[in-house]
């Protein structure tokens, strides 16, 4: 019986990601979150997993946190606050070079403070808007924001959903994951956008960058509803650094602004991404399907990318396999799998941290490795289409090298013995 379910639960499994893969091109048009809904459903019905092992497979926590943060972003959004700090920072750029440098500066550092995917949503118009009036080519500043952001979310506990996940599940507190991650993602920065530069330096070399432009696209500043939302901020990024645990932060920070904004709250519910929350806890259960019928063979691979994880040869080879494993079963279902094996691991605090790195790294390889890759793609496709090679020749660089430099810091945190 049980290799029977081992069996029927790598055939569910398959069958899911599959869907995953196939995306809008499925035969019945089936997307990510129905996948997992799928994939967890019929787990149940076939008995590999019982009903109240399934409940239990979904942390609540994690759910609660995206919540809590996708609230916050929304007033955030809502209000003109982001809008309004971005185009003041790319307002001030007077050459094609420093506009592509504030690009990917401003949505990095963005990327860390709210989700990356909020980010791009919001950055890609005005991007759009910015190079248009300045006859200006595109596409290396909307790889830029699109890389940048990936780069840039990797500095924080709440950056991106992945490390939400992290976060959740390996003890690191959000004030000394951000202290160790912050140089990690600064060097990695650079890095991005030196190569951006390099490989566009013809197209960013001339030209004259015009004033933001103040059109019927902007969002109109809301100066108290975006006062309440930078004191809310606040007190969430001192509730984070205070060690309060992250998902009754967010929870809190969302409570409060939907007091303080005495505004409809079913505007707010509505901006909510259920569908994300939705593809989280289907996954939760699928992985636990896998982990249930397969865990004698994952337990068999694991040790031998875990063994010794101060060494700098086995951090490298970690780093390898979450990059592959990232971009094969994308970033979140991947660290969803290793979670289970690297609680126990020998100096799992090195491994959490490299994991956070280069699932988030492994992002950047390819035009289809990250959701906000595709957002990017998707609201530039009939201005400026962006295709899989130009966004690789990019890509296949700056994931190598940074995800280099990542495991050399990390390497450099263990031999101090800092982790």
Partial sequence: MINNHGTVAVSI???VYAIIIAGSKSPRKLDKPAAALIGSVLLVLTGVLTKSEAQQAISLSTITLLFGMMIVVYFSTSSGLLDSVARGI????RTPRVLLAAVCASSAILSALFVN???????TPLVLNITRRSGLHAEPYLIGLATSSNVGSVMTLTGNPQNMLIGQSSGWGWGAFALRMVPVGLVCLLINTALVTLIYRSQVTS?????VPENGSQITLDRKMATKTIWVMAGLLVAFLAGMPMDLAALTASTAILVLANRPPEEAFASVDWSLLLFFAGLFV???GITKTQSHWIGVMVPGITHHPGSLSQLLKF???????GNLFSNVPFVMLLRGWLIHAHHAKVLWL?????STLAGNLTLLGSVANLIVAQKAKEECPLSFTAFLKVGVATTLLTTLASVLIIWGYARAGWV
Avoid at 90 to 93: A, I, K, M, N, W
Avoid at 117 to 123: A, G, K, N, P, Q
Avoid at 354 to 358: D, E, I, K, W, Y
Wanted: proline content about 0%; overall charge positive; aromatic content about 2%.
């Fill in 13 to 15: 499994f398959v069958l």
């Fill in 90 to 93: 790319l307002r001030r750029c």
């Fill in 117 to 123: 995917d909020t980010i791009c949503l919001l950055m």
């Fill in 207 to 211: 030209g004259q960058i015009q004033s």
């Fill in 286 to 288: 699928v992985v636990a």
């Fill in 319 to 325: 780093s390898g396999v979450t990059i592959v494993g």
């Fill in 354 to 358: 490299m994991l956070a790195a280069a």
